[in-house]
């Protein structure tokens, strides 16, 4: 396919302000001088880096330096200097002892860890000899991800995979801990995962979650990952209807459209998944965004930004929703629990948004 440069908007944080200073180019240069001890860290500075989304458009613009290095690297490397230096922002303290004290960005503890597959006779690790595991995300016991990973879970039984899950033993996958700079919490989260899936026998992992699943790539490339295959819930249904161990029988008409979240589009590549698993449900119209794919606009719930710089995140999260709206569609999908937050924070009743393996499961 030939590669074309993409709509004009480049960058969330460059395209809200209009001031160069936000552009990546310039969040690089920025920690080029820092870096080399020609600058200080100010509170421009810090202004600047923790505008970012982390929705890795700038890879795809300007692709990765000799040393295998992009612009967003460069912007993380320098978050984590900051925290080193100064600690975590103010706006972000609460998300930073959280995950010292409880393993969980918002603070829930592990008796209020795994409610979401309560009552779904599904089994933890330990309980079974299964070589799949499950891993549900933080937001799996929040309002915005808890259907998705109950949806997840009915359809790989309904396809007759053996396999676990953590429940209230799931930890942070360590997206908050990596995005924002908390280098240590996030080995400290890896490693702890780590030694869980290996002591366990683990071979498969699905992923809920879109961001969960980035981080969880980052895990499969250290020592011995090769043999780990980490893949999201969307990924695994489409390859079960490819099998014919999945096959959807009701009809629903409905016009919708999908949402790549950055994490999991740009992140991990993965886009045809859940345009095949619309494709085999009878009845759904699916209309792309003008803006679709690698190309996708972020929702603005990444990066810290929603609790760092709420009204960049609305502005991004209402943009992306009119786009859907222009496209003519009555319902926006998506697979990632942190952009369904994202537009729930943008009143608007008329286009309701729901996890794609939450509409799926409804046309079994």
């Known amino acids: 396919m030939e590669d074309v440069p993409g709509p004009k908007e480049k960058c969330p944080p460059y395209e809200f302000y209009r001031f160069q200073r936000h552009a990546p180019k310039s969040r690089w240069l920025m920690a080029q001088r820092v870096f080399h001890g020609l600058d200080s860290i100010t509170p421009e500075l810090k202004e600047v880096m923790y505008a970012c989304t982390s929705c890795l458009m700038c890879q795809e613009l300007c692709g990765v330096r000799s040393d295998g290095y992009g612009p967003w690297e460069i912007t993380v490397a320098m978050r984590e200097q900051i925290t080193e230096q100064e600690g975590p922002l103010d706006a972000h303290r609460g998300l930073y002892n959280n995950l010292k004290e409880h393993d969980h960005p918002w603070g829930l503890t592990t008796t209020q860890r795994g409610a979401w597959s309560e009552g779904l006779g599904l089994k933890k690790i330990g309980e079974t000899r299964a070589t799949t ?32 899950v953590l429940g209230d033993q799931e930890k942070c996958c360590g997206l908050y801990a990596f995005d924002l700079g908390y280098r240590r919490e996030y080995e400290r989260l890896r490693d702890a995962h780590w030694a869980e899936v290996c002591a366990a026998g683990i071979k498969k992992v699905v992923v809920a979650c879109g961001s969960c699943q980035r981080i969880w790539r980052e895990y499969a490339k250290e020592p011995g990952g090769a043999d780990l295959e980490v893949i999201h819930g969307v990924e695994y249904v489409a390859q079960r209807i490819r099998e014919g161990r999945l096959n959807f029988s009701r009809s629903i008409e409905k016009k919708v459209t999908y949402h790549d979240s950055c994490h999991l589009g740009r992140g991990c590549g993965v886009y045809e998944a859940p345009r095949d698993i619309l494709a085999a449900i009878p009845g759904v119209q699916l209309l792309e965004m003008a803006r679709n794919r690698r190309w996708a606009w972020c929702c603005g719930g990444g990066g810290g930004v929603p609790e760092a ?56």
């Open 133 to 164: 595991l499950l891993f549900a995300g933080c937001s799996a016991d929040r309002p915005e991800g808890r259907s998705g990973a109950v949806a997840l879970a009915g359809l790989m039984v309904r396809a007759g995979e053996e396999f676990a």
């Open 309 to 364: 710089d709420p009204e960049l995140a609305r502005w991004s999260a209402a943009d992306r929703l009119s786009e859907a709206r222009a496209a003519g569609a009555e319902l926006i999908l998506t697979s990632s629990a942190l952009c369904q937050r994202s537009f729930g924070e943008v009143a608007d009743a008329s286009l309701p948004v729901l996890d794609l393996l939450d509409f799926a499961a409804q046309a079994l």
